[in-house]
Every structure is written in C-alpha cells, then in structure tokens.
C-alpha cells in the first residue's frame, strides 16, 4: 500500500497511509494515544517557568489561578500548533504526522529572563512573541541554508535528541525529577508493569489494534496506580487538581490571548537575543524531527517544503502561544518516537489527538484529569520510544558515506556536545551566562553547532589516513 496517497475507501488499515480515510472511532483511540504521551511533558515547562515568574517590576508571582490559566493555554497553543503541522495555512506546516508542544529547550533562557524582576514574565512573553516570529521567518528561508545540514549533521541530531530523552525517561520511571520519593518501589514497579505491559500488547494483539500498546500500557498503568492509592499502598494518584482546578477556573473556559490580560508583554531587545539563539538550536532539533519522520515512518527523504513549512510551525506556533502568555513550542519527540515506531502515520487520525488537546483546554477539569497521570506510568511507555528515535538517527548514520571526515564529524559532535552535559561543573563559567545555558544542559545543541561548523569546514576529499 502506497504510504501518502490512498483516497479510495474509509479503512482502519489506512493508520498507516499519510492522507488515507480512516473511521473516526477508530482514528480517536490512537490520536489519545499521542495526547497521553505527551501530556504532562507539554504542561510541566509552564508550570516550571510560571511559578519562577516575577512580575515585570515587582517581586510578585503569578496568582494560581493565572498559572492554572496557562496550562489551559499550553494545551491549546499545542492543538492549533499540530493542527497547523498537519494541514497547513499557506506555506505554513510539512503535512506531517507531527505533533506540536511545549519545548524544555527554552528552559534555562526562559528561567533567567522571567526571574529577573525588570524583565519579569511580560518580558518573556515578549521574547517569545518575536523570538517566535524570528524561527518562523529562518523557515520560510531554509531553501537558502539547507545545503549547510548535510547527511551526517541530520543523522547527528537525530542521534543527540534519543540520547538525550534517555533520562527523561528514566526520570519518568523513577517518579519524576526532583520528586522526594523518587526511586520508591512503587514507583518502579508500575513503570516495569507499565513497560511489560506496552511489549506484551505489542505482540498479542493483532492488525492495526498492536499499535495502540502505548495506550494499553498507559491505562493497564493508570489503573495499577489507582488500585495503590484507593488500598493506601502508595499516594501515586491526587484527584485533588481536578477539584482544584473547578474552583479556580470552572468547569468550562476559553483561553485568554494575553493583551487582554495585565500581564501585557514587553519587548526587550536583550531578552530577544537571549531566545533567539535558542531557537536556532530548536529549528535544529525541528530538523532532526522533521527528517526522522520521512527516513522512518515514510522511508524516503524530507523535501524541501516540508523541512521550510514544518520550521515555520515551530517558529509562528510558538508566536501564537506566547500571544497567550505561553511559552515556546516545538516539534515533540516523544510522539516522532511513537509515530516511528508504531508506523501510525494517518494526518486525520493525529488530528483526532490535536482536536482532544483543545477540548481539553476548553474544560479545564479535563486536563487536570490527564495531568493526574503518574510520571512512573509514562516512564515505561516511553524509554523505549526514545530510544526508537536514536535507533532512526543511526538509520540515518548508515546511509552516509563512512570515511576519516564522517569519523571526525561524529566523534568530535558527541564527544564535545554529550560530554559537556556530563562534566562536574560550568564548563563555560569564563563566558557569559547564556552561553551556559544553552550547551551546559542541551547535547542537542552542542552536536548540532560541532557537526554544523566541522561538516562546513573540513574538506570533502579524505587527506589523511588514521
């Protein structure tokens, strides 16, 4: 069967074809699929950076209710950014299977800008609308520097960002970064049930239904974690959000744009260029994503307006959410992985996800319901989807030529841009702080500007022998 193009007859078996009809009850339980992965990833950013948030020219935080206010937004922006990917506005979107949310790459930048009271988070909102508007306008140009992202720097950025979820997804496993009873028993012990129950559906169950195994798991987990917390074997579940939530914001809300809020944004040109390298470093990973998905779900190379239309989401999407007080978004690898892996590629279908995103924004009380997922769960549906993407970058590695200059390339990008996430201190404690930010704690962003930089200046000839 042709993977893009199988117009004639609504089918189940079109999950797997790009543009194919498939039926809506069978489309909606793999579009959940996506949403559950990427849940609480999507929403943990927002609430890292706005609980941090000064107010612009105070030393006050952001109420609750605006925080939980921001959530709702994340989750919308995220909707309308897949949407955008899936069918897009003019030149905007790949007409991709890709799935669009909120970015820990802007982490650091963001938690620096929104900290400082004279900046505060009117200032990063700021940033982000034009640092937005930046990637979204690089996109648009990519047929001009394409040629610089050779064979070998892709398939190393695809490789840097499986490596670098690997402990995300550890993370997860053991009850969350920074969770206090992380690594408890309880916690390991769903996420191996949860992972041994995504393999065991993986080979029992037959057709198209064997892709749903990250779904099976997700709720076989869920359900595990329930039956603790009602027996009083370990607090894993907290209905509390949703209560929480209810009186906060109420049962149904729209989301707020920012302008109309007192929180009004604030360009600063400082902060801009603080976010605007960091969306250079995204536009790479987008790359990867973006190239990883036509190598492993398409099997064929990505073209030129997908790569240009895929960017410009990334850049315009992430406009528009800081146009509601939100932060970046970006291509999610969470869900490359699981579209590489599962081969569930049907644009409708991964829409059916996208439109429950934004339902979910528009009755709070059901996101916080998804949020209720515990982290461990998530743990053992994902380390191995992580790894799928670092198993497509070296995919992607074996169709290049291996010669001295490929060698070079990638041992020196993972050696440099692995490395200095793993070193004791600050490597770059003699440079300014933002250089830190960027390289210290993002291998993505080390592999990509080494193997950029030596792809571009070593000689094509081999000229020596090692």
Known sequence: ???????????????????????????IPFGLQHVLAMFVSNLAP??????????????????????????????????????????????IGSRLPIVMGVSFTFLGSLLMICTNPELGYEGMVGAVIAGGIFEG????????????????????????????LLSVGMDSWGGGNGAEDFGAWYHLLVGFFTLVVCLAARYLLKGVYKNLNVLVGLVCGYLLSIIFTVAGIAPMVDFSGI?????????FSLPKLVFFTSHKPVIDLGAFFTIAIVFLVSAAETTGATTAVCTGALGRDIKMEELQGSLAVDGFSSAISGCFGCLPLTSFSQNIGL???????????????????????LFPPLGAFFNSLPQAVLGGCTVMMFGSIMYEGIKMLKGCV?????????????????????????????????????????????????????????????????
């Open 137 to 164: 306008l690089v996109g648009m140009s990519a047929k001009y520097w394409k040629r610089f992202l050779t064979p070998v720097v892709s398939a190393c950025v695809v490789i840097a960002i499986g490596l670098s």
């Open 339 to 361: 579209v590489t892996m599962t081969g569930v590629i049907n644009r409708f279908t991964i829409l059916m996800g996208a439109l429950i995103l934004i339902l979910a924004s």
């Open 46 to 91: 927002v609430l890292i950076v706005c609980s941090a948030a000064f107010v612009r020219g105070s030393e006050n935080h952001l109420s609750p209710a605006e925080i939980t206010q921001l959530l709702q937004c994340a989750m919308f922006a995220a909707g309308i950014g897949t949407c955008l990917q899936l069918y897009p506005v003019w030149k």
């Open 243 to 251: 209560t929480k939530t209810i009186e906060q914001v109420g049962v």
């Open 1 to 27: 069967m042709d993977k893009e193009n199988n117009t004639e007859a609504v089918s189940e078996e079109n999950i797997y074809c790009l543009n194919g009809r498939v039926p809506v009850k069978k489309a």
């Open 402 to 466: 291996f010669d001295d200059r490929t060698m070079i390339i990638v041992s020196l990008a993972f050696c440099i841009g692995v490395g200095l996430t793993q070193t004791s201190g600050n490597f770059f404690s003699a440079f300014p702080k933002e250089v830190g930010d960027i390289f210290n704690g993002n291998a993505v962003a080390g592999v990509f500007v080494v193997s950029l930089i030596l792809s571009i200046c070593l000689p094509k000839k081999k000229t020596t022998d090692l």
